[in-house]
T-cell receptor, first 114, second 115 residues
Framework: GQQLNQSPQSMFIQEGEDVSMNCTSSSIFNTWLWYKQDPGEGPVLLIALYKAGELTSNGRLTAQFGITRKDSFLNISASIPSDVGIYFCAGANAGGTSYGKLTFGQGTILTVHP | GAGVSQTPSNKVTEKGKYVELRCDPISGHTALYWYRQSLGQGPEFLIYFQGTGAADDSGLPNDRFFAVRPEGSVSTLKIQRTERGDSAVYLC?????????????FGEGSRLTVL
């Protein structure tokens, strides 16, 4: 089945540094999403991308939908301690009964040192 | 309610027992989803409801797993003859419509431990 390969698996950075993580797929998605999960919580949507080549920002977060539709990246600028958590990419193919069927990556664990 | 509510938050059971996990979606959300998250992994899709009907149940691992949503709101995930491999966090999510793919609102999950 479809698999998403997310890298890096973990990152340890200093507060104020920029962060970049990416996600690649063996097959095409027409929607890419980035979620953040804190311990004991469910994932929370950060950014949604619906068009190949799209670059979208949400505050200090910027994400891009790769033109091949098989990859996406997420950048976090000027990291702060509350950015700590697990970041997941997810792909979806809208249409028919597939709207809610997200395929998630294995996550990137982000640690920010004050 | 304000968010997706899942009960119980923790469930410990013995191998072979029957378990029910409940999800109360955000009021007015017509779509409801169940995912399973094993330790160190991303969530895996199980089943998705649009209203009362299961629109896609292709992620249910076997016939021991079943989910219902009889009135188009609250959903129950049922696991029969539990096995140790069923231990995971079961996440429920809801969305307003199916128009925008991926904009799911997740609950905090039900952590299931099968001894």
């Amino acid at each position: 089945g479809q698999q998403l390969n997310q890298s890096p698996q973990s990152m340890f950075i200093q507060e104020g540094e920029d962060v970049s993580m990416n996600c690649t797929s063996s097959s095409i998605f027409n929607t890419w999403l980035w979620y953040k999960q804190d311990p004991g919580e469910g994932p929370v949507l950060l950014i949604a991308l619906y068009k190949a080549g799209e670059l979208t920002s949400n505050g200090r977060l910027t994400a891009q939908f790769g033109i091949t539709r098989k990859d996406s990246f997420l950048n976090i600028s000027a990291s702060i301690p509350s950015d700590v958590g697990i970041y997941f990419c997810a792909g979806a193919n809208a249409g028919g009964t597939s709207y809610g069927k997200l395929t998630f990556g294995q996550g990137t664990i982000l640690t920010v040192h004050p | 309610g304000a968010g997706v509510s899942q009960t119980p938050s923790n469930k410990v059971t013995e191998k072979g027992k029957y378990v029910e996990l409940r999800c109360d979606p955000i009021s007015g959300h017509t779509a409801l989803y169940w995912y399973r998250q094993s330790l160190g992994q991303g969530p895996e899709f199980l089943i998705y409801f649009q209203g009362t009907g299961a629109a896609d149940d292709s992620g249910l691992p076997n016939d021991r797993f079943f989910a219902v949503r009889p009135e188009g709101s609250v959903s129950t995930l049922k696991i029969q003859r539990t096995e140790r491999g069923d231990s995971a966090v079961y996440l429920c999510a809801s969305s307003l419509t199916v128009g925008q793919s991926g904009e799911l609102f997740f609950g905090e999950g039900s952590r299931l431990t099968v001894l």
